[in-house]
């Protein structure tokens, strides 16, 4: 039988860092980890965040890929939509692990996503 690293012993009992939401700043458990493209990646998109389902769902429930990719492309730019901010702020409050579908925006009319402007 080989014999054990005490280094790689060591590494067991680390605990991963807490991954925190770059949009609701809530810790992420894994269960509810998602990658977000920053540009969506039907728009050419390489760059990823990961965050909280239920944020990413929102996103893409209030904007277009279009939107996204030419106006809302950074997290900040998403932060400074009143949409994403009323989001936020309700979401902050709930426990980390909190699911539920997204809601549509109130200005969104038609088919597909995404809010008309």
């Known amino acids: 039988m080989a014999r054990r690293n005490r280094d790689e012993v060591a590494l067991w009992d ?5 991954v925190i939401c770059p949009l609701c700043e ?12 920053l540009v969506p990646k039907s728009k050419g998109g390489k760059k990823t965040v990961c965050m ?3 944020c990413h ?8 890929d279009s939107q996204l990719a030419k106006k809302f492309s950074t997290i900040e730019a998403l932060l400074e939509d009143p949409a994403v901010q ?10 980390p692990g909190f699911s539920d579908s997204a ?15």
Do not use: N
């Open 86 to 95: 009323k989001f936020v702020s309700w979401v902050k409050g709930k426990h």
């Open 26 to 37: 809530r810790v992420i458990p894994d269960d509810q980890k998602e990658q977000y493209f």
């Open 52 to 54: 909280h389902r239920v």
């Open 14 to 18: 680390v605990e991963a860092e807490p």
């Open 57 to 64: 769902d929102q996103i893409l429930a209030i904007f277009t």
């Open 103 to 117: 809601k549509g925006s109130r200005q969104a009319s038609g088919s597909g996503r995404g809010r008309k402007q």
